[in-house]
C-alpha cells in the first residue's frame, strides 16, 4: 500500500531541502493562490483558469496587505521574503514537490521584476508627500558691479565723538 503524504509532511521535506523561508511563507503563497485564483474568477464572470506569475505576484500583494496591513513588509521579510522572486521559489519548490501544478510556459522568470517589496507594502501606509511650499517674490535692488555705475559717494561710517 502506498502512503500518500500530507500537505504538511511535504512541507517537511521541501523545508528539510530548502531552509530559506518560513513555513508560514508556504502557507500564505497557497492562501495567496486562492485569493488572486478567486480575484480572477469574480472579474472574469465565474471562470477558473491558470494565473500567470505576474498574475499571482499582484494577488500576493493585495493578499498581504488585506491580511497583515502596515505590517505586512515585515511579516514578509520574517517568512524570508524580500522579493517577488521568492515567491517564484516557493511556487516551483511547491511544483516540484507536486503540492501545485505548472504549464509548460511557466518558468522561474515569470515572478522577476514584478514590484520592490518596499514600493508595494511600505509605500501604500506612508503620509503623502507635502507639496514645495511657493516662496513670495522678493524685490531686489541690484547693484552693478562695474565701479564706474557706482555712486561717487559711498557710504561711510559716521564719525563718533567719543574716543
Known amino acids: ?8 509532511e511535504v512541507l ?24 488572486t485564483q478567486q480575484s480572477i474568477s469574480k472579474q472574469e464572470e465565474g471562470t477558473v483558469r491558470h494565473i500567470s506569475g505576474q498574475e499571482l505576484l499582484g494577488g500576493m500583494r ?12 515585515m511579516v514578509l521579510n520574517e517568512w524570508g521574503l524580500t522579493r517577488g ?4 521559489e516557493i511556487v516551483f519548490n511547491m511544483v516540484e514537490h507536486e503540492l501545485l501544478a505548472k504549464t509548460e510556459e511557466d518558468t522561474l522568470t515569470d515572478f522577476a521584476g514584478g514590484y520592490s517589496f518596499d514600493e508595494a507594502f511600505r509605500q501604500p501606509f506612508l503620509p503623502p508627500a507635502a507639496p514645495e511650499p511657493e516662496l ?22 559716521e564719525a563718533s565723538d567719543k574716543q
Do not use: C, W
Open 85 to 88: 522572486e521568492d515567491f517564484g
Open 136 to 157: 513670495p517674490e522678493v524685490n531686489r535692488t541690484i547693484t552693478s558691479a562695474n565701479p564706474s555705475e557706482r555712486s561717487t559717494h559711498p557710504t561711510e561710517p
Open 62 to 73: 493585495a493578499h498581504a496587505l488585506e491580511q497583515y496591513g502596515p505590517m505586512a513588509l
Open 1 to 8: 500500500m502506498i502512503h500518500k503524504q500530507s500537505y504538511d
Open 12 to 35: 517537511d521535506t521541501i523545508l528539510a531541502t530548502d531552509s530559506r523561508f518560513h513555513r508560514d511563507a508556504y502557507h500564505f503563497v497557497r492562501e495567496g493562490l486562492d485569493y
